[in-house]
């Protein structure tokens, strides 16, 4: 059995693997993080880690679990040490970081969190917990009152569960002790995080706390950003893998590919990490770059996962290696990329070439079903909203409509071989109801269509629209997602 990761064994750690080239405890925290899965582990926490030993500064993290205790206390267990494993062409390439200053959860250390929070040091606090952690109601955009942990939160704001009523209490505390300026930076996938987080975070303060919103104005910066890291999750055999190349036992060490991107805005008033040393991009306005990424990259992955789950085909690399959804996912990308406005020095059909690689990387086992969770809050900045545009621009719509199909057949919660699935999405207690005894694809899209904004307007109340999806819907159950995805690329 190797030693168990930890400061202590670090020396002893196999010649030739990358390690960090500082002395980590030498470091103050300067960031807090919500949200300690394995993207975070995998993008930010290696940007800091370049960025520290390339330039230094007082900007480890702490990182938090806002549900699990398991990682936190495996990280600790490690001094906040793990293994970064990026799988590529050229094999495996292990390599320890040293930014994580300490790992907590909420349901344990809430105390010390919110201390950590609420100290004038943390000069950041960046997030990655998912779209549907911003509690944001789809169809006004802002805070949805009645999302149940944010309703429960509104009631008990002292022990906030949620990320806008964690932020809030923080912020308060910020205010009261002068303990001055934050930059709250989002890095979910989600179209203007930054704005959607400002949102969510003011709408939250104006019922607990109304003369808060003011001072958020004056001291609290929402820069907006772009993330990209392809990171399954994490399995036994990276654990083995990580064992045997550093010579170090790792409870939870992380895969990723090596391509790795950050665009960000600029907007820092207390100084953040060099990161630009790990090549993060800094813009002034990182729209053109979200929407690349979440309707090229992202809109790409929903649109494999539900027409490749259901087909049975377990991940991305295995959807690519089926020429009829590799053809699919082509149009696709040309598609969307008709739809981007220009952005000065991006080539949008060489980034979709570079995807299509990406997605076949063979070392890298992305599961369908991983990325198909959450669809009802993932499609409408993949697919709905380019289908809009595109309804607008009268560009053709057949390949968004394609994707809206495997969507909703995946949400009939059984493959084409009849196994049966959880959905694993925020409303599927209200999708199943919608869909209650729906066989037919005119029934199905009638029954979600009842549920409330799961399916947007004006995008359904267009007739054209309406019909392709149908047709879609048809041919997916008559056919199979693969004969139709082929029946599209011959289009
Ligand atoms: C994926 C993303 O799970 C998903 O929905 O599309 O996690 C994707 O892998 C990342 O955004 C890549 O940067």
């Given at each position: 059995?190797a030693?168990?990761l930890?400061?202590?064994?670090l020396?002893?750690?196999?010649?030739?693997?990358?390690?960090?080239?500082y002395?980590?405890?030498?470091?103050?925290?300067?960031?807090?993080?919500?949200?300690?899965?394995?993207?975070?582990?995998a993008?930010?926490?290696?940007?800091?880690d370049?960025?520290?030993?390339?330039?230094?500064?007082?900007?480890?993290?702490?990182?938090?679990?806002m549900?699990?205790?398991?990682?936190?206390?495996?990280?600790?267990?490690?001094?906040?040490?793990?293994?970064v494993?990026?799988?590529?062409?050229?094999?495996?390439?292990p390599r320890?970081?040293g930014?994580?200053?300490?790992?907590?959860a909420?349901?344990?250390?809430?105390?010390?969190?919110?201390?950590q929070l609420?100290?004038p040091?943390?000069?950041i606090i960046?997030?990655?917990?998912?779209?549907?952690?911003y509690?944001q109601?789809?169809?006004?955009?802002?805070l949805?009152?009645?999302?149940?942990?944010?309703?429960?939160?509104?009631k008990?704001?002292?022990?906030?569960?949620s990320?806008?009523?964690?932020?809030?209490q923080c912020?308060?505390?910020?205010q009261?002790?002068?303990?001055?300026?934050?930059?709250?930076?989002?890095?979910?996938?989600?179209?203007?995080?930054?704005?959607v987080?400002?949102r969510?975070?003011?709408?939250?303060?104006?019922?607990?706390a109304p003369?808060?919103s003011?001072?958020?104005?004056?001291h609290?910066?929402?820069p907006?950003?772009?993330?990209d890291?392809?990171?399954?999750?994490?399995?036994q055999?990276?654990?083995d893998?990580?064992a045997?190349l550093?010579?170090l036992?790792?409870a939870?060490p992380?895969?990723?590919?090596p391509?790795s991107q950050?665009?960000?805005?600029?907007?820092?008033?207390?100084?953040?990490?060099?990161?630009?040393h790990a090549g993060a991009?800094?813009?002034?306005d990182?729209?053109?770059y979200?929407?690349?990424?979440?309707?090229?990259?992202?809109?790409s992955?929903s649109?494999?996962?539900?027409a490749?789950?259901?087909?049975?085909?377990?991940?991305?690399?295995?959807?690519?290696?089926s020429?009829?959804?590799?053809a699919?996912?082509?149009?696709?990308?040309?598609?969307?990329?008709?739809?981007?406005?220009?952005?000065?020095?991006?080539?949008?059909?060489a980034?979709g070439?570079?995807?299509?690689?990406?997605?076949?990387?063979p070392?890298?086992?992305?599961?369908?079903?991983?990325?198909?969770?959450?669809?009802?809050?993932k499609?409408?900045?993949?697919i709905?909203?380019p289908?809009?545009d595109a309804?607008i621009?009268?560009?053709?719509?057949?390949?968004?409509a394609?994707?809206t199909?495997?969507?909703?057949?995946?949400?009939?919660?059984r493959?084409?071989?009849g196994?049966?699935?959880a959905?694993r999405?925020?409303?599927?207690t209200e999708?199943?109801e919608?869909l209650?005894?729906?066989?037919?694809?005119?029934?199905v899209?009638?029954?979600?269509?009842?549920?409330p904004?799961?399916?947007?307007e004006p995008?359904?109340?267009?007739r054209?629209?309406?019909?392709?999806?149908?047709?879609?819907?048809?041919?997916?159950?008559?056919?199979?997602?693969?004969?139709?995805a082929?029946?599209?690329?011959?289009?």
């Amino acid at each position: 059995m190797a030693d168990r990761l930890s400061a202590g064994t670090l020396a002893r750690i196999c010649d030739g693997v990358a390690h960090p080239g500082y002395t980590p405890s030498a470091h103050g925290i300067g960031i807090v993080h919500l949200g300690l899965g394995a993207f975070h582990r995998a993008h930010q926490a290696v940007y800091t880690d370049t960025a520290l030993a390339a330039a230094g500064g007082d900007w480890r993290i702490l990182g938090v679990s806002m549900r699990s205790t398991e990682t936190a206390q495996d990280l600790a267990e490690q001094d906040g040490l793990y293994t970064v494993l990026e799988r590529g062409a050229e094999g495996i390439r292990p390599r320890i970081i040293g930014s994580l200053a300490a790992a907590r959860a909420l349901r344990t250390d809430r105390a010390q969190i919110l201390r950590q929070l609420s100290a004038p040091d943390t000069r950041i606090i960046s997030l990655t917990v998912t779209e549907k952690a911003y509690g944001q109601d789809p169809q006004t955009g802002g805070l949805d009152l009645t999302h149940p942990e944010i309703a429960q939160d509104l009631k008990t704001p002292d022990t906030p569960q949620s990320v806008p009523g964690l932020l809030v209490q923080c912020l308060r505390h910020k205010q009261e002790s002068g303990a001055g300026s934050v930059t709250l930076l989002s890095c979910d996938n989600l179209p203007e995080n930054g704005q959607v987080l400002r949102r969510v975070v003011q709408d939250f303060a104006a019922q607990v706390a109304p003369d808060l919103s003011g001072w958020i104005e004056d001291h609290v910066r929402f820069p907006a950003t772009m993330v990209d890291r392809i990171t399954p999750q994490t399995t036994q055999a990276d654990r083995d893998e990580a064992a045997r190349l550093t010579g170090l036992a790792d409870a939870t060490p992380v895969q990723c590919e090596p391509f790795s991107q950050w665009v960000l805005e600029d907007d820092f008033p207390h100084g953040r990490p060099a990161w630009e040393h790990a090549g993060a991009i800094f813009a002034p306005d990182v729209t053109p770059y979200e929407h690349m990424k979440l309707r090229m990259l992202n809109g790409s992955h929903s649109l494999l996962a539900y027409a490749g789950h259901v087909a049975g085909l377990e991940t991305i690399s295995a959807c690519l290696g089926s020429p009829l959804l590799k053809a699919c996912l082509t149009r696709h990308l040309v598609a969307v990329a008709a739809g981007l406005a220009p952005l000065p020095g991006m080539d949008y059909a060489a980034y979709g070439r570079a995807l299509i690689s990406r997605f076949e990387n063979p070392s890298i086992a992305h599961s369908t079903y991983q990325i198909a969770m959450d669809g009802s809050q993932k499609m409408p900045q993949r697919i709905f909203a380019p289908a809009e545009d595109a309804r607008i621009s009268r560009a053709p719509r057949d390949t968004y409509a394609f994707a809206t199909a495997a969507w909703l057949r995946y949400l009939m919660g059984r493959t084409e071989d009849g196994a049966e699935y959880a959905l694993r999405d925020p409303r599927e207690t209200e999708i199943a109801e919608g869909l209650r005894g729906a066989r037919e694809a005119k029934d199905v899209i009638a029954g979600l269509r009842s549920v409330p904004g799961l399916l947007p307007e004006p995008l359904f109340a267009d007739r054209d629209w309406l019909a392709a999806v149908e047709t879609a819907l048809a041919d997916i159950l008559r056919d199979g997602a693969l004969r139709t995805a082929e029946r599209l690329a011959q289009a």
